[in-house]
């Protein structure tokens, strides 16, 4: 996301704010998931940094922290919830950068 801040009499206002392309999960059942759902499934872990990844065979990658990964098998759980049929693999994050939150092998027209 990027924006700029100016101060006004009023105090800070956000300018120019131009926010990431949501990115939607397919569910088995024939449905999508949006990820602000995912983001609400997460939410209240103690998780610094995380990704989940969709591939083509509609599996889910969810990508931790090393730190975070005692807490895998509880966003396992939260992630099963709104994903019931899939396969959610865990993998440690292993770079020191920023990491994309939400990506997927499947197409994204919101059409």
Excluded: C
Excluded at 23 to 47: C, K, P
């Amino acid at each position: 996301d990027y924006a700029s801040l100016k101060w006004t009499p009023e105090g800070p206002v956000i300018r120019r704010l131009s926010g990431r392309k949501p990115v939607r999960f397919f569910v088995s059942s024939g449905t999508w998931v949006n990820n602000i759902d995912v983001t609400h499934a997460l939410s209240g872990l103690a998780i610094s940094q995380y990704g989940l990844h969709q591939r083509r065979d509609h599996s889910l990658v969810l990508r931790l922290p090393n730190s975070a990964m005692m807490l895998a098998n509880t966003a396992s759980t939260r992630l099963a919830q709104l994903f019931p049929t899939q396969k959610i693999t865990i993998e440690e994050i292993v770079t020191d950068g920023k990491v994309l939150q939400y990506t997927s092998d499947l197409p994204q027209d919101f059409a």
